[in-house]
């Protein structure tokens, strides 16, 4: 068994090889267009979503965060806050994992915050983890495409999507979303 010290130094080291450097980091313009177009293939998915997007105080949009790993994992992305139809800010998403795990895969991630005190504490917040800092409801579809009853209650709803439809089986749980400085 990997001591906690030593599992640790092991995660810090994949998020460092995840996490790319100020040159390589998307420029505002590169997230705003993915962020568009992911928002574009999400409300073509699920016309729930759409719905409850558009009730949303804010829609937090990772476009592309890309996973990978052999036995150590880990993954990264970059999006921006939607609030009114614009981009407010700039924002990352890194977690890490151990466990059996083999390949890499690049999905979008959409966090809903229903209501403005929520959206304030995310806005607030100096790197918000998912599961300490907010709860985020994972959302699936159930008969007609309709989102679950309980879930659209709840004051934080996440999808989980790619070009092929929403995925299941995955968590928000233990990512870690940083302001990024542009």
Do not use: H
Request: hydrophobic share 45%.
């Amino acid at each position: 068994m990997i001591g906690k010290t030593a599992a640790s130094l092991i995660l810090g080291a994949m998020l460092g090889l995840l996490q790319p450097s100020l040159a390589d980091a998307a420029s505002k313009e590169e997230i705003d267009a993915k962020v568009e177009e992911a928002i574009d293939i999400f409300y073509k998915q699920t016309s729930a979503g759409k719905r409850l997007a558009q009730k949303a105080a804010g829609m937090l949009v990772f476009p592309e965060v890309v996973k990978a790993g052999i036995g150590i994992g880990g993954e990264y992305g970059e999006g921006a806050l939607n609030v009114n139809g614009k981009n407010v800010g700039y924002y990352s998403t890194a977690s890490a994992s151990i466990g059996f795990q083999l390949g890499a895969q690049i999905k979008s991630q959409i966090v809903l915050f229903m209501n403005p005190k929520v959206l304030d504490q995310f806005r607030k917040s100096d790197g918000w983890k998912v599961g300490v800092d907010g709860s985020v409801a994972l959302a699936t579809l159930g008969a007609g495409g309709e989102i679950s009853s309980d879930t659209i209650k709840e004051p934080i709803i996440g999808f989980i999507f790619s070009n092929r439809g929403l995925m299941y089986n995955l968590t928000f749980e233990g990512s870690k979303v940083t302001r990024l400085e542009r």
